[in-house]
């Protein structure tokens, strides 16, 4: 039996696999990583061979052919033990959700192979400097040249470019040929998705310094006239937000997985460490102003974890409307738990939990970071407001 509730023995023992590959490589070689400028290239190869990185993807491209109620217990169980790997988040599930729904034939047996198994890297672009939350702002604009297509445009805090073959990146197409990206913003555009390839010339990335610590990086883009074939666009230039949209649910789906699986892993040390430390007669761990904010911390991650299992149930069973209120509900409520449960382990620890040896306080911005990325909190309480609600919009 496989309900939203209760899950089938396949998927305890996908956890069960999974979580035994990561504490194979573990939090010291995670942090170890993030600390000296390093990839997690080993784990994320490893990953690939064993067919995790590509569960949802088609199995005629090389995938495990499941969904992304499977990939998220991939990324929940990475991290639940120390190793949380946020470019599954981009790689195998924006990008290829975006290609499989929208790519053509040759795009999809092009990239879906190699995003299944690790041996190609695929990032995602959406944020402008100028635009931010607001994507009806976008000003990346696509113009028509021949047959080929000129990407203008800069992108902001972008995961993982270093690393990548290419970037997935939402522009718009201009109606005219020849216009600016200046003149875009006025004209009547349409959101368009493009692979850019990391070498491709016009197009720079540059590492903005952040307080993470985590092996990815984030980087701003630069694309200068950048040249582009006609097959490096996913969708028809008229299919609207249908491509867009099949990629960020997948994205805040697996950004959920991504905050329980910290929290998990958080919890865990923090229990550990309760259960032992003894500064009175007892363990801390028995004192109630110890205890129950754990306990509430389990409570919270659990609920976030159900809402992401129904939200992940939803969009593999095609109901993508439905998957957007449960995505957005999922990602909010998996990024305040793993906020509250990675201070709070923080707390537990005491000094220890700002020590560099324990790597607890470590995850401190990380797990801030999932409430603003993908999507910040405000968005998140905008969209239930008045999807939900039915309340009326202020901006
Ligand atoms: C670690 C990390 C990784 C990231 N990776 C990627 C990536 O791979 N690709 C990518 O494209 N982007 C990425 N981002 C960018 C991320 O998606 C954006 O930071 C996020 O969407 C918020 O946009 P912003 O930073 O421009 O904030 P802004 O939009 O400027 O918002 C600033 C603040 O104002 C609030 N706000 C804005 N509008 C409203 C409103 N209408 N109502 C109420 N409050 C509002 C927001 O909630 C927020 O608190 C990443 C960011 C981080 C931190």
């Not at 053509?104 to 190699?114: F, H």
């Not at 028509?144 to 203008?152: A, F, N």
């Not at 430390?277 to 389990?298: E, F, K, M, S």
């Not at 970071?369 to 999807?387: D, G, K």
């Amino acid at each position: 039996m496989d309900t939203v509730f209760v899950e089938s023995e396949e998927h305890r023992a996908l956890r069960r696999a999974v979580g035994d590959l990561g504490r194979r490589f573990g939090p010291d070689y995670y942090l170890t990583a993030a600390r000296t400028g390093g990839r997690t290239e080993e784990l994320w190869r490893e990953a690939g061979k064993l067919g995790y990185l590509g569960v949802n993807i088609p199995r005629e491209y090389g995938g495990g052919g499941s969904g992304i109620t499977e990939l998220t217990i991939v990324l929940e169980e990475l991290g639940s033990v120390g190793c949380p790997l946020l470019m599954l988040v981009v790689s195998p599930a924006i990008c290829g959700s975006v290609i499989t729904r929208f790519g053509t034939e040759a795009q999809r047996r092009r990239w879906l192979p190699g995003l299944a198994d690790g041996t190609r890297l695929m990032a995602f672009g959406i944020t402008e400097p100028d635009a931010g939350s607001n994507a009806h702002r976008l000003t990346t604009v696509a113009r028509r040249d021949g047959d080929d297509w000129v990407l203008t445009g800069r992108k902001v805090f972008v995961s993982g470019v270093d690393a990548a073959d290419a970037v997935l990146i939402v522009g718009r197409v201009a109606d005219t040929g020849g216009e600016s990206p200046q003149a875009g913003r006025g004209a009547r555009l349409r959101p368009a998705l493009f692979v850019v390839p990391r070498d491709a010339p016009g197009f720079e990335y540059r590492p903005i310094p952040m307080e993470l610590t985590a092996p990815e990086r984030q980087f701003q883009l630069f694309l200068d006239e950048v040249r582009l074939p006609a097959d490096a666009l996913v969708g028809d230039a008229g299919a609207g937000l249908g491509p867009l949209f099949a990629g960020l649910n997948p994205e805040r789906i697996m950004a959920a997985a991504f905050s329980v699986g910290m929290g998990r892993y958080a919890l865990r040390r923090a229990v550990e460490y309760a259960r032992t430390r003894q500064v009175w007669d007892t363990p801390i761990g028995a004192h109630q102003a110890v205890a129950h904010p754990l306990a509430q911390c389990g409570i919270e991650l659990e609920l976030a974890r159900l809402m992401t299992r129904k939200a992940a149930y939803l969009y593999d069973a095609g109901d993508d409307a439905g998957a957007g209120e449960a995505a957005n509900m999922a990602k909010y409520a998996a990024a305040e738990a793993a906020v509250r449960t990675v201070d709070q382990a923080v707390h537990t620890l005491g000094g220890n939990g700002l020590s560099a040896e324990y790597g607890v306080g470590a995850l401190l911005v990380g797990s801030r970071a999932a409430r603003v990325a993908p999507v910040s909190r405000e968005m998140i309480l905008n969209y239930v407001a008045q999807h939900t609600l039915g309340l009326p919009k202020s901006y």
